[in-house]
Nanobody, 122 residues
Framework: QVQLVESGGGLVQPGGSLRPSCVAS??????????MTWYRQAPGKERDSVAA????????YYLDSVKGRFTISRDNAKNTVYLQMDSLKGDDTAVYYC?????????????WGQGTQVTVSS
């Protein structure tokens, strides 16, 4: 059984920073064989992908509205992915979810964390 556990959300003022992290664990699971993605979902809205990073961190993707403010990174030795969020805005308020897509198996397998709340408010 694979588990993803997010932490590091919270309440922050506009312009502030947070750094959520997501730790993966489980037998038969190879973290370095995964593409890791952070999603977010605000009340009444669909879940959107915010940032993604490939297996060894050579390639990243960002939602246009977070480019230049968010940075995704991973530490394969610690089975952990991070999302550094700077210059936070009210529109960034959402539950942030970690997703792991395990490659090299057919079909690819997806795992989800339980989410961590990020609230940007003065």
């Amino acid at each position: 059984q694979v588990q993803l556990v997010e932490s590091g959300g919270g309440l922050v003022q506009p312009g502030g920073s947070l750094r959520p992290s997501c730790v993966a664990s489980g037998s038969g699971f190879t973290f370095r064989n995964t593409v890791m993605t952070w999603y977010r979902q605000a009340p009444g809205k669909e879940r959107d992908s915010v940032a993604a990073i490939n297996t060894f961190g050579q390639g990243t993707y960002y939602l246009d509205s977070v480019k230049g403010r968010f940075t995704i990174s991973r530490d394969n030795a610690k089975n952990t992915v991070y999302l550094q969020m700077d210059s936070l805005k009210g529109d960034d308020t959402a539950v942030y979810y970690c997703n792991a897509r395990e490659l090299y198996i057919v079909p690819p397998r997806d795992y989800w964390g339980q989410g961590t709340q990020v609230t940007v408010s003065s």
